[in-house]
């Protein structure tokens, strides 16, 4: 088999990203479409000529024909289509955070041991060649041993007050850099503190503002901002710092790396996670895609998008949010 056969669970925005993007992979063919609303189904079997559309991921996933599927379902749904499709022997690309919960989370990684297929989680940032390109000079010693990091992950409040009667910005967006933190340093995360502030009164708050120590002593802080001004001429304000004791890497991915002026504004649109060209996504996406479908067409087990690592940022991540909700310090993995 040289191609998988690949059907997507959840159709809000991003679900109809993966679609734009699993188009555009060779080996990959977007085989069946899954979600409970029925003008939603229509519309995107429409759109990308799928024929097979269900209402019930259940009756996707006794296809024997469906050799994959892509989870983009909210993230406190996660746990019945990936176990279910585990155990149905499919493939399966998750959407962070792999779980709203650590048992959450645990219970689909005991679902993925002895499972026929893999279980890639997407975490899209690694894909990121600037932070490939980051942890390439970090484990070459170019640094030294790490003993800070910094970032800052921001975003236009126009993109957020439906999302953020769903999910914080801690868990929704500094998860990507917590990942990528415990990515570079190799290292567990001892313990957070976080603060937050309710800028608009929405379901969670507008800002996180995090920190974390490592098992090494080394810290880091992480801004999430999802209130930036309407007049912001970028979709991301995304940069990353960090301090070695023999340098340092920096790390921008925002404006103005394309700048767009028109009669009425000056935009720069994202070129690195899912540029659009021609009604098909590229970018890191694409990237991300392309690795889970050699592995599982190889039958390799994926070294990135690894299901443990994305239950350890999603930890470290709740930690923060439960300390921004009590004001503690919380220790993470003690006993």
């Keep these: 088999m040289d191609r998988l056969r690949i059907g997507v669970i959840g159709l809000g925005w991003f679900g109809e990203i993966h679609c734009e993007t699993i188009i555009g992979v060779p080996n990959l063919e977007l085989a069946a479409l899954c979600t409970r609303q029925p003008d939603r189904l229509a519309a995107m079997g429409a759109k990308f000529g799928v024929a097979k559309t269900y209402a019930d991921y259940n009756d996707m996933l006794a296809d024997p024909e469906i050799d994959a599927v892509s989870i983009c379902t909210m993230w406190d749904q996660h746990v019945g289509p990936a176990v279910a499709a585990l155990k149905a022997g499919k493939h399966v690309f998750l959407e962070k955070p792999i779980a709203s919960t650590v048992e959450d989370a645990r219970t689909i990684i005991e679902a993925s041991k002895g499972a026929r297929g893999i279980l890639f989680v997407g975490h899209i940032v690694r894909f990121n060649p600037r932070y490939r390109m980051a942890k390439q000079a970090i484990d070459t010693g170019k640094i030294g041993k790490i003993v800070a990091l910094s970032s800052r992950r921001n975003i236009p409040a126009a993109w957020t007050p439906t999302i953020l009667n769903k999910i914080g910005p801690i868990v929704g967006d500094a998860i990507h ?26 379901k969670h708050p507008d800002i996180g503002q995090t920190m974390y120590r490592f098992e090494s002593g080394a810290t880091a802080t992480l801004e999430t901002v999802w209130c930036m001004p309407e007049k912001t001429p970028f979709d991301i304000d995304e940069r990353m710092s960090i301090i070695g004791t023999e340098g340092i890497i920096h790390v921008q991915d925002t404006f103005p790396n394309l700048g767009i002026v028109s009669s009425d504004k000056l935009h720069s649109p994202d070129t690195t996670y899912w540029p659009e060209f021609n009604g098909v996504r590229g970018g890191a996406l694409r990237d991300e895609f392309s690795y889970f479908a050699n592995c599982a067409l190889a039958g390799e087990t994926p070294v990135m998008g690894v299901p443990t690592d994305a239950a350890a940022a999603l930890e470290a991540t709740l930690a923060a949010e439960e300390s921004a909700r009590t004001g503690n310090v919380i220790r993470i993995g003690q006993g």
């Design 177 to 202: 850099d917590t990942d990528i933190m415990l990515w570079f340093t190799g290292e567990k995360i001892v313990s957070a503190y976080a603060q937050t502030i309710s800028v608009r009164n929405l």
